[in-house]
C-alpha cells in the first residue's frame, strides 16, 4: 500500500485574501516569501519566524508575477498592464521606476536577463523591456509566424536557460512557436490545446509541460531547435492554473483548479502524490532556489490560491 502523502511543514495565514503569486528570498542574510495578492498588496513574510514582516502597497490591481532582480530588489507585475521595480531602503520597499506598456493581460512577465523582461504586448506580439531605460527594444511579431489562423492572446512564455536567447510562447488559440529573440525568428511552431494556462521547461531531459483548461498535461521534447510530442498526462479533473519544475529537475508539481497540487517524476512522469489542503483553485507554485535554514529543508515548495494562504512542503528531498 502507498504511503499517505506528507502534512504541509507549515501554513501561513493572515487576512491576505486570494493569493496569485509566490517568490522566495533566500541569502545569507534574509529567508523570505514574498505573497503577491489579488487585492495589489504583496505580503513579505519571514521564514525564520513565520511572521509577516512588512506590506507593499503595490496599487489595487492583482499582481500577478514576482521577481527577484539583482538578488535585491523586487519586480512585480499587475494585471493592469504596469510593471514596477521596488528597492529595499531600511524596512520599507521604495518604487524606484515603473513600466507602463498599456495591456492589460493574465500573460505572466519573464525576467529574460539582470536588466531585460519579456512579456506580451497587443495583436499576439512579444515584447523585450530594457530595465534600465524602460524602453521597448525589440518586438516579435506574430504576422512572422506562418499560419493563417488568428492567434488570440499570448498566454504563456517561458525563456530557454543558457540556450542562446530562445523563448517558447504559448498562444490563446492552441499554437507553441519557438523564437529565436536575438533574429526575431520563428524557429519552430506546433500545434498544441487551446488556452495555454501554464508551461514549464527543464534541461535536464530537454522537456517541456503544458498545461490547459482540459484534463490534459501535454508533454514535449525539444533537440535541434525542433519540438515533438513526447506523451500526454491525464488528471483526474480538468483545469491547471501553474506548473513548476523543481531546481533540479527531479519532480514537477501541477497546480489544479481542483486546489490539489499533483507531484510527478520528471523522469518517469509518473504521477507521485496529490496534496489536497487547498479548498479551491490553486494559482502559484514556487520552490526556493536553494537550501531553507529556517525548514531545514533543500528545496522548500510553496504553493497559494484563492483560499487565501500558503501553504509550505518539504517533499521528496
Not at 24 to 48: R, T
Not at 160 to 175: F, R, S, T
Request: proline share 4%.
Amino acid at each position: 500500500m502507498a504511503a499517505s502523502p506528507p502534512d504541509p511543514k507549515y501554513l501561513l495565514r493572515g487576512n491576505m485574501g486570494c493569493v496569485h503569486s509566490l517568490l522566495f528570498q533566500i541569502n545569507s542574510d534574509v529567508e523570505h516569501l514574498f505573497v503577491g495578492c489579488a487585492s495589489g498588496k504583496i505580503y513579505v513574510w519571514d521564514l525564520k519566524k513565520n511572521r509577516i514582516l512588512t506590506e507593499i502597497e503595490a496599487g489595487t490591481d492583482p499582481c500577478l508575477t514576482l521577481h527577484n532582480i539583482s538578488d535585491k530588489n523586487l519586480l512585480v507585475q499587475q494585471k493592469c498592464g504596469s510593471i514596477k521595480i521596488y528597492n529595499p531602503s531600511d524596512s520599507h520597499w521604495m518604487i524606484s521606476k515603473t513600466i507602463n506598456h498599456d495591456y492589460h493581460s493574465f500573460c505572466r512577465c519573464q525576467v529574460l536577463a539582470e536588466d531585460t523582461i519579456i512579456t506580451a504586448l497587443r495583436d499576439s506580439n512579444v515584447g523585450l523591456y530594457s530595465l534600465r531605460s524602460s524602453n521597448l527594444e525589440l518586438t516579435l511579431d506574430s504576422s512572422l509566424i506562418p499560419v493563417s489562423k488568428k492567434l488570440g492572446e499570448v498566454m504563456a512564455i517561458k525563456p530557454l536557460p543558457g540556450m542562446d536567447q530562445k523563448v517558447l510562447v504559448a498562444y490563446e488559440v492552441g499554437l507553441l512557436v519557438l523564437w529565436d529573440i536575438k533574429a526575431k525568428k520563428v524557429l519552430h511552431y506546433m500545434d498544441i490545446e487551446p488556452y495555454p494556462m501554464a508551461l514549464d521547461f527543464e534541461t535536464l531531459h530537454m522537456q517541456l509541460i503544458i498545461g490547459s483548461p482540459s484534463e490534459k498535461l501535454q508533454v514535449f521534447n525539444l533537440s535541434s531547435d525542433t519540438l515533438t510530442n513526447k506523451c500526454t498526462l491525464t488528471l483526474k479533473n480538468p483545469g491547471t492554473s501553474v506548473i513548476n519544475i523543481r531546481p533540479d529537475a527531479k519532480i514537477f508539481t501541477v497546480g489544479n483548479w481542483d486546489g490539489r497540487l499533483r507531484l510527478f517524476s520528471c523522469k518517469t512522469l509518473k504521477q507521485l502524490a496529490v496534496l489536497d489542503h487547498h479548498r479551491s483553485t490553486v494559482h502559484d507554485v514556487t520552490y526556493s532556489p536553494h537550501y531553507v535554514e529556517s525548514y531545514n529543508c533543500k528545496y522548500i515548495m510553496a504553493a497559494a490560491g484563492k483560499d487565501g494562504y500558503v501553504s509550505l512542503w518539504d517533499i521528496y528531498n
